[in-house]
Each structure stands twice: as structure tokens, then as C-alpha cells.
């Protein structure tokens, strides 16, 4: 690419190769076709950014407690003098899954004793934010309130790695899980001319048709990546973002807004004001996709499947409805000055929620020859203003999910 560009206004929509855009920006744009885009900002990482935010992870992680614990109890994993090792997969700064984990650990001791050593991998990419998950299994934060056992035959470890591939070796994991992550995709598979999420609505039959392809490919190579690493007898316990009666997480009808529409709207009148090209707005697509049972179970449903043959059995998937209601219920009334603060805390905890997974998309979706900083002053422009409209209307806005409750058993 040349370095010879008109430079670049910040704010005018008219990107330009600036001494500023360095290589390594040009590097993370050549980086992301093959990549899933899913990056903390930089300046959050090592600030448990990521759980002091998301706590209605935390409440699904827990979710999974009854099945883990009556698996565990079951033992249908031969006792061996092996460690019992338990992953989760994409766990972020594992902070959400500290109080699941904690249990988990209670319920092997009750089950195998104190003596027996339990191993927790936590996996994830390369570029997330382990700094937090060290110390946040350290207890090393002072604002820290969920704390892993003191118990010297736990160990940690982190996988930085991928999904899609194999992070552990063969009939190694006594249990799995995951929450909220695999309906990543390991690549955007087209652009989206009208729409940054896919999910039908305002998208081509095309572009509906690759996603859902390249949704179908990455769900099989991850369960086929997960059967070789699973021991013969283990589960494999997670909660996926899903589809629902045309309904999907964070575009429900539980809320006046929907909030991945709402976000889309907004990125829409910053291409429309010139603030970014209607390119940029185009190139702004989310790698993930929210499956359908039908979707989630195609898999499974042949004898004769890869997934199958693998071992691989579907115990039980149920889709729901989840809300988390955070809103305010201060319906219309005068606000007084302490509301309005309280306002203001939920409304930027309720959109740093929202950036600890989005953020990237956007700067991702912006022309390689802006400097970054103008990216993140953009993106960052975003944001406050999707803040100020959720402290306006915060009964408008939640956390609404349809979510996918699966268990997979690897056959003996
Ligand atoms: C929404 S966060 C969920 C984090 C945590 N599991 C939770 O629910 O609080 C999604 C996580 O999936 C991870 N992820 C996405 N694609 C991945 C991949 N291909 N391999 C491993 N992790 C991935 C992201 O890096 C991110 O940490």
C-alpha cells in the first residue's frame, strides 16, 4: 500500500495515511480477515475491565451450577490418579465464572477429596486480557468481592489460543465450559451493506446465506475440537448467545430500544453526517452469529454425523429468554441530584458492558489509513453519545438475551 495518502482530518470522514498510522495499525487491519474481532481497548486491559462490568455473565455462568454439580457428583469420568481438569473456553478475565469455578472446586473435593489436584485452564485468545485473569485468580484486586479457595492443589493455567483449534491435548478435560462465546465466528464471511449484526432482517439473502454457512462450519469444528480434548465420560456445559422466534440478544421486544439496533442507528448517522464513509459503515460487521436450536442441534442429528461419530452426544439444549433488568424504574419522576449520579454509574457500566466486546468491531470497521488515535476518538464519540442517550431514557434500555443452555456429553 502507499504511504503517499492525503492526510486525514479527525472528524471529517475523510481518512488519509497519516506518519500516524503506524505499522502496526496497518498490521492489525491485514491481521483481522483472519481473525475474529474481539479485543479489549488497550487502555482497559489489566483493569478487570471486562467483569467489573459484565455482571450479568457472572449470573449466567451460574446458571450452569446444578447440571455441573450433578455431573461432578455422577463421577462419569473413571477416578483416576490424573489431575481433574476443568476448562472454560473463551473465558475472558475469568472473573464471571470466579463464584461458578469456586463451586466447582467444592464440588470435586466433596466428590474426589482434598488430596486430589484439580487444574483450571482458562482459554481464551492471545490478546485478551490475562493480566486481569492472573490476578483476578490471585485475588490480587482490592475491589476484588469473588475469590478462588486457598487450596494448594488448585492450579491455573491460560491457553492463549483459538477455539477453532485444538488448545488442549487428547481425552484431557474432565469438564467444559463456556459462556457467551462461541457464537463468535472465526471469520466475517462477507460485508453487510445495511446492517453491522446479521440476523435476516436487513440482510441480503446472500449475505444471510454466508453467515449462516460459516456459522454451520465453525459450531462443527468447534465441537470436534472439544470431543478430541474431552475425556470419555466428561460434559460439556455452555451457554451461547441464540435466536429465538426471530428474536436475539439485545434486540428482544422487552425494552423500547433495542440495542444492537440502536447502536447500529447511531453508527448509521455518524456515516450519514460525514463523521465516517458510508464504506466504513459497510465494513463494520460483527463476526458472530446467533444460532437457532435447529441450528444448535444440526450436529447431533445424524448417527452417521462427524460430530456424532466423534462421541460427541446432545444431552439437553433449551433457548430463553434472559433479562436482566438494570433499569432504573424511576419512571418520569423528578430526579434528584444522588438518582441522577446513580443514573449516570448504570448507564456507563451498562455501555462499558456493550464495549468490552464491541469496541474492536468498530475500530476495526474504519479506514486503515486513519491514525489510531482518530479511530478512537471516533469510537469513543460513539460511545459517550450512546451513554448520554441511555442516562436520558434509562427504562428504554437493558440487558435483554436469548440465550441457548446446552449439554454435551462425550460417549464412553
Ligand atoms: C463476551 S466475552 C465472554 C467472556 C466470558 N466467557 C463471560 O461470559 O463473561 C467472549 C469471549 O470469547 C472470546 N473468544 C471469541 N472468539 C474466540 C476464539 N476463537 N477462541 C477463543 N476465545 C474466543 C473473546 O476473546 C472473549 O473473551
Redesign the pocket.
Known amino acids: 500500500m502507499s504511504k503517499n495518502l492525503v492526510p486525514g482530518t479527525p472528524g471529517t470522514g475523510s481518512p488519509g495515511l497519516t506518519d500516524a498510522a503506524s505499522a502496526s495499525d496497518l498490521n492489525d487491519q491485514l491481521c483481522q480477515p483472519r481473525n475474529?474481532i474481539?479485543k479489549l481497548p488497550d487502555k482497559y486491559t489489566g483493569t478487570h475491565f471486562?467483569?467489573a462490568n459484565?455482571s450479568n455473565?457472572e449470573v449466567?455462568?451460574n446458571f450452569l451450577l446444578p447440571s455441573i454439580l450433578e455431573a461432578i457428583g455422577d463421577g462419569s469420568v473413571e477416578n483416576t490418579e490424573d489431575p481433574f481438569v476443568v476448562c472454560?473456553?473463551?473465558?475472558?478475565d475469568g472473573g464471571?465464572?470466579m463464584k461458578l469455578m469456586a463451586e466447582i472446586i467444592k464440588g470435586i473435593r466433596k466428590k474426589h477429596g482434598e488430596e486430589k489436584p484439580i487444574v483450571i485452564v482458562y482459554?481464551?485468545?492471545p490478546w485478551?486480557d490475562f493480566k486481569s485473569l492472573f490476578c483476578l485468580s490471585q485475588g490480587l484486586f482490592g475491589d476484588q468481592t469473588s475469590f478462588l479457595p486457598e487450596d494448594e492443589n488448585v492450579f491455573v493455567l491460560a491457553s492463549g489460543?483459538?477455539?477453532?483449534t485444538r488448545c488442549l491435548p487428547r481425552n484431557y478435560v474432565d469438564l467444559a465450559v463456556?459462556?457467551?462465546?462461541m457464537h463468535?465466528l472465526?471469520k466475517r464471511p462477507c460485508s453487510l451493506a445495511q446492517d453491522i449484526f446479521c440476523r435476516g432482517d436487513l440482510n441480503s439473502e446472500e449475505e444471510l446465506e454466508a453467515y449462516k454457512k460459516q456459522a454451520a462450519q465453525d459450531w462443527e469444528t468447534i465441537l470436534l475440537n472439544r470431543t478430541a480434548e474431552l475425556k470419555p465420560g466428561a460434559h460439556f456445559f455452555l451457554v451461547t448467545s441464540a435466536s429465538k422466534d426471530g428474536m436475539h440478544s439485545g434486540a428482544t421486544r422487552h425494552y423500547t430500544f433495542r440495542i444492537t439496533t440502536y447502536l447500529k442507528d447511531l453508527w448509521l448517522t455518524f456515516a450519514k453526517t460525514g463523521r465516517i464513509t458510508m464504506e466504513e459503515f459497510v465494513n463494520t460487521n460483527v463476526a458472530y452469529f446467533q444460532r437457532t436450536e435447529d441450528e444448535l442441534k444440526a450436529p447431533f442429528l445424524s448417527a452417521d454425523s462427524k460430530v456424532s461419530a466423534s462421541g460427541f452426544k446432545l444431552m439437553s439444549l433449551e433457548i430463553n429468554e434472559t433479562i436482566f433488568d438494570i433499569s432504573m424504574q424511576l419512571k418520569n419522576k423528578k430526579l434528584l441530584d444522588e438518582e441522577q449520579r446513580v443514573i449516570a454509574h448504570y448507564a456507563r457500566k451498562y455501555v462499558n458492558a456493550l464495549r468490552g466486546?464491541i469496541n474492536a468491531v468498530f475500530m476495526s470497521g474504519l479506514d486503515g489509513r486513519r491514525s489510531k488515535e482518530e479511530k478512537m476518538a471516533i469510537v469513543d464519540n460513539l460511545f459517550s453519545q450512546l451513554e448520554d442517550d441511555v442516562a436520558c431514557r434509562p427504562n428504554d434500555f437493558g440487558y435483554d438475551m436469548i440465550v441457548a443452555y446446552i449439554d454435551i456429553l462425550k460417549e464412553k
Open positions: 475474529p474481539y471486562w467483569s459484565a455473565h449466567l455462568y472454560d473456553y473463551g473465558a475472558g464471571t465464572s482459554e481464551d485468545q485478551n489460543t483459538n477455539f477453532f463456556s459462556c457467551c462465546a463468535w472465526s466486546w
